[in-house]
DNA sequence: TAGTGGTCTAGACCACATC
DNA sequence: ATGTGGTCTAGACCACTAA
């Protein structure tokens, strides 16, 4: 009968009301402000957001900032809910909305972990092509051949792309993907030298297994979403000479802007993608 | 002080015991047994399902019943909660997951909305192509000439893409698209004879307005989700004349299968998009 | 003013994983 | 045995909408 009163109003009226009054001016707003650069600085600001909205942007910061790695676990949700002085139920409903967006991943009864592309059974996260026949998921391993990688400058178009200046030091490579030996993928590829200093040519050539854990393991770098942009185009000599196609043969021309925490573009991609044998698979909800 | 007594564990208890109970035998197995075809039929069937997933169940059935037609309000959350015999919460919990998949809309104040492709602002639901420059979204209504609309057999491929016999009675028809008067767009089309029993080519090319508004206005047909699978490819003779391309400009195929509640096929369309001025857009995550 | 969805809290119990 | 996330309930208050 005693835990009873520990429903009281009396006790928990107070964090009610700061609740409500938060919904106006955040508590939270002291150490909300450590954000360097504010990402809300476009527009007029909405200037007040539900709390677990708050929560889930510091929590998002504790991500960027790499106080928990990918593949690690961060704290329960309780843990959190003391530290940010609010319920658990609270943190609950931003971290579900981090694990919808793929930057968390909760696993029942051991705790919730930052998303890795590493340890994880996709080997191409963001590739949609698929064999119009066969496997339902996958053919096996692809064979992958770098037909150059080196550092260079980077040109108007791929500077736009990856928020650099012309002229800026980028990675720039080829490669190319067979599957079963077929080539099927003629893929160029950018990075920017600043967040990927250190990372040499010879390193990315002589590293096999997932680029993008790699990229995570050696530079903290954690791709989050990208957009694509598709088009049907004919190849270049070179290109169809790689391909080993006819420079008549239709290939399905996919650019790819790879983004990491807060829509800072981080790679971007060219690739060819032969459809005779494969196709380009979407899903729309 | 009197209201803290309602919080008194000996009457909240009785019900907490029986939903934690109908975790592993569902209290709602007997109205849930209405269900004519399980979908569930597929596997050894969990046996049992979170209470929120029951009550989603129950609202999908209500929504492939017609007992809410789309642009309808569904009745309040507490109005269901009290039907179903769950808490309000329960009931959110399933509202939010059938919201997030398009099926429902919420509106703060107004209530909950069956989705519909109508009175809406976009125009194509699940077209993906964009002008390369321009508009941010759209360029203005695009002018729609029917080439060709008749009623036909299935052949063996479209039949097996809408789950139908091959030589069944299915509606066909070939559109072009111009945006700006430049023919962009060139699309077959096949619709099941069946769930749109009654539709003419008459009907179809007097028809003005989102083609998916009126398959949910005169048939009931509400189209939930769609896959996509793209090539590059190359125009035959009729083709490149109607799209006022050369025979050797490679042109992206769009097959798209478009699905109504429960995973029914219920169109079938092929497309070929110019890619010269226009793009292919798709978000990953 | 009444009713709706939106947010927040609090606590109970379950399923699962680990020790 | 302990701790984690998962489910369910209950109630308070806010924001928005329409009558």
Known sequence: MIDTFLHIRDASRPLVIMAAVSHLSPVLAAEARSDPDGAAMAGPAPAFSPLYQQIKQLILQGLQRGEWRPGEVI????????????????????????????????????????????EQQVQYRFLRLHPDQGAVDGEGPAQRDFVDCRRARASADVARALGLRTGDSVLQSRRLLRFGGVPTILEDLWLPGGPFKGLTAERLMDYHGPMYALFEAEFGVRMVRADERIRAVLPDAAQARLLAVDASTPLLSVERIAYTYNDVPMELRRGLYRTDTHHYRNQLN
Chains 1, 2 share one sequence.
């Open 75 to 118: 704290p329960s949700e309780f843990e959190l809910a003391a530290r940010y002085k609010v319920s658990q139920g609270t943190v609950r409903k931003a971290v579900d909305e981090l694990a919808a967006e793929h930057l968390l991943v909760r696993r029942q009864g051991r705790g919730t972990f930052v998303a890795t592309h590493a």
